[in-house]
């Protein structure tokens, strides 16, 4: 079984397109929700819907924390998290998850439409297969919620450090990244849709970010492997424009 968790605080505007991608799911999953004291209309929405799992996050310890309440909730081999204001393309995410048990993965990532609300356009952002290399030396090669991975590995790295408000995708992925026997790989289609409205706390705090990497030890790239990522999403926009 897949779980989905979804940390809310105050998210009436985004919340039911998020129930509703995610509901079309046509794989055994669960929903959890994780609410962190929403007073607006958030509360009445999700009452809409019966088979989501609703937990009150009592606890201040911010969105990692309310993530990670409902990771150690959750029933399934297989978990990730999609923020309030993003969607899945249910086809594909439940595909993605086909793909990780036939070949008893431990972490994929996949392709995401990042879509800018203020600006009115889309971008395209590829995953790769060489994730984990990338994530060893400092760089998130993917978006977020289009990755999921085994509850087991999740638990073996030690979960998500709750200590951090901004960075903790990224120390947690490192952590499985440099976990020796862990099996990463790519699902080459795109899974998720990622809102950037400019009122996340990444798009506010970008100093805060950085300082919590170098809290993690989480290495600066350097030029080469800069240069290797750049080269990297270059041949993969040539090769997808060869195959069309």
Request: aromatic share 12%.
């Amino acid at each position: 079984m897949l779980s989905v968790i979804t940390p809310v605080l105050n998210g009436a505007e985004f919340i039911e397109k998020n129930i509703k991608s995610i509901q079309q799911l046509k794989v055994p999953y669960e929903h959890i929700i994780v609410d962190g004291g929403s007073t607006d209309d958030t509360l009445d929405i999700i009452g809409k819907y019966p088979h989501l799992k609703l937990i009150r996050q009592t606890e201040k310890n911010g969105m990692y924390g309310a993530i990670d309440l409902g990771f150690k909730q959750s029933k399934g081999d297989y978990i990730c998290w999609v923020n309030c204001d993003d969607e899945i393309y249910p086809k594909n995410f439940g595909e993605m998850y086909f793909f990780a048990i036939n070949g008893e993965l431990d972490f994929v990532n996949s392709d995401s439409l990042l879509l800018f609300v203020n600006e009115h356009k889309e971008q395209k952002i590829k995953g790769t297969k060489y994730a984990k290399i990338f994530l060893k030396r400092g760089i998130l090669p993917f978006v977020q919620p289009s990755s999921l991975y085994k509850k087991s590995l999740y638990i073996s790295v030690g979960g998500l450090n709750t200590n951090y408000r901004i960075a903790g995708d990224m120390d947690l992925f490192f952590r499985m990244a440099i976990h020796k026997c862990a099996k990463f790989s790519y699902f080459p289609f795109v899974t998720t849709v990622f809102l950037k409205h400019g009122d996340s706390l990444g798009d506010k705090n970008g100093e805060i970010y950085f300082s919590e990497l170098c809290k993690a030890g989480i290495p600066k790239p350097n030029s080469f492997i800069k240069i290797l990522y750049v080269l990297n999403n270059k041949l993969r926009i040539i090769t997808q424009n060869q195959n069309k």
